[in-house]
């Protein structure tokens, strides 16, 4: 059973850190890209970030390049979204999502297992 459980969401005050988590079980982890995606109240569901197989190649959105970095570690089958310098404009659920291809791509029409998501709250 394909599982994908992200963790890490709160409430955070604008200019702090927040460390999302997102472990992942029941697929061969290490041939997947993994990418962050979020979505916030009445808009699409958006990129924010994604990894391919080997960390060899990472792609971020514009709008949280220079403030969030996207790591994995495949032995223990978690990718991470580090958010540094977070705005009210980051607030949104944040979904981890798999990718079969391995390939870090900002389209989420490649990736084929997505988690449930974790909240994340932004105050001013």
């Known amino acids: 059973q394909v599982q994908l459980v992200e963790s890490g969401g709160g409430f955070v005050q604008a200019g702090g850190s927040l460390r999302l988590s997102c472990v992942a079980s029941?697929?061969?982890?290490?041939?997947?890209?993994m990418g962050w995606f979020r979505q916030a109240p009445e808009k699409e569901r958006e990129f924010v970030a994604a990894?391919?197989?080997?960390?060899?190649?990472?792609d971020y959105a514009d709008s949280v390049k220079g403030r969030f970095t996207i790591s994995r570690d495949n032995a223990l089958n978690t990718v991470y979204l580090q958010m540094n310098n977070v705005k009210p404009s980051d607030t949104a659920v944040y979904y981890c999502a798999a990718g079969p291809e391995g390939i870090a791509t900002p389209d989420p029409r490649p990736y084929d297992y997505w988690g449930q998501g974790t909240q994340v709250t932004v105050s001013s």
């Open positions: 029941g697929f061969a982890f290490s041939d997947y890209a």
């Open positions: 990894t391919s197989w080997n960390s060899g190649v990472t």
